[in-house]
């Protein structure tokens, strides 16, 4: 990646009167760096005992007496910067794609196989399946799992564009598990409260949970809400558009567990981030537990 010289503290200003980041120019850049006052993107936000910190200014004053683990530059959720903040969010489409392509190559066999299932048959005379008859698996293939090029398409185009920055600024293990509790929370709602015949399929549960963890993190760093907030009401109106086809209950389950999710991850104490994080995210799983466990004996 081309880094500017840390040369002064001001970049030119874009159309909108924000400053751009000094090591990433043309993004936009509403925090400081405490030590240096250059403009710095959540990529380049590293938490400080006091605001945050840019990653040439961590580096010249690591010397603090700590182990080096405890002057590693860390992001806004305390994870580790990489040199590919994207690694997970290309391994995560590319799962997709793979899942995608294994559909077009069987049909609808590996759909039914695959799909989120309360409890039913998929041919006329066959078994009962389902998450009620004991596939859990169903929970999480689901959630890489399309039929149509728009609904792939649509849900992989929102993966890259919330999540790339997301995992910039939570980290690799943040936000996988970000992601990962999000759909399981859109698949638990959808069983809960959809019909147990009624199968569900896509990744649209973990992309509402990366907009709703996208407007947390804006809302930390001080940024204009209103794009977010325009987005997320684009996409609530068709999630609840008249027509149906569309899975609301796995669109709201991972709404509210990505916006949980990242209100313990980027809210969290310095002295007691890893607790809450991690109480956080258990929290939030329980109760995604809690409801498969209450529907299947509900349908049992």
């Known amino acids: 990646m081309d880094r500017q010289p840390p040369g002064g503290t001001d970049r030119p200003a874009a159309a909108d009167g924000s400053l751009s980041c000094y090591r990433h120019p043309g993004r936009e850049a509403n925090i400081r760096c405490t030590r240096c006052e250059r403009p710095i993107c959540p990529e380049c936000m590293i938490s400080a005992s006091v605001g945050f910190q840019c990653p040439d200014c961590v580096r010249q004053g690591s010397g603090t007496g700590h182990g080096p683990a405890a002057s590693q530059p860390r992001t806004v959720a305390g994870g580790t910067l990489t040199a590919d903040p994207r690694l997970v969010t290309k391994i995560l489409l590319g799962i997709n794609v793979a899942v995608y392509l294994a559909v077009l190559a069987r049909g609808t066999a590996l759909v039914d196989e695959l799909m989120m299932l309360g409890r039913a048959t998929t ?107 325009a987005l997320l009401a684009v996409n609530l109106v068709i999630t609840f558009n008249p027509w149906g086809g569309i899975a609301w209950q796995a669109h709201v389950g991972g709404l509210i567990a990505g916006t949980l999710i990242a209100i313990g991850m980027v809210h969290a104490p310095r002295e007691r981030r890893a607790l809450v994080q991690y109480g956080t995210c258990a929290l939030v799983l329980a109760a995604v537990i809690l409801v498969v466990v209450a529907r299947t004996a509900a349908l049992t």
Not at 140 to 147: E, I
Not at 217 to 229: A, E, G, I, K, S
């Open 123 to 229: 041919h006329y005379g066959g078994p009962l399946e389902g998450v009620a008859e004991g596939q859990w698996y169903r929970l999480v293939t689901s959630m890489f799992l399309h039929q149509e090029v728009w609904h792939i398409a649509f849900n992989m185009l929102g993966l890259w564009w919330l999540g790339g920055p997301l995992e910039a600024a939570l980290g690799r293990a943040r936000y996988l598990t970000l992601y990962m509790i999000s759909g399981l929370a859109g698949s638990a709602l959808t069983y809960w409260l959809s019909a147990p015949v009624q199968g569900s399929l896509g990744a649209s549960g973990a992309i509402f949970g990366l907009l709703g963890a996208t407007a947390v993190l804006m809302r930390r760093l001080n940024y204009d809400m209103r794009p977010v907030f």
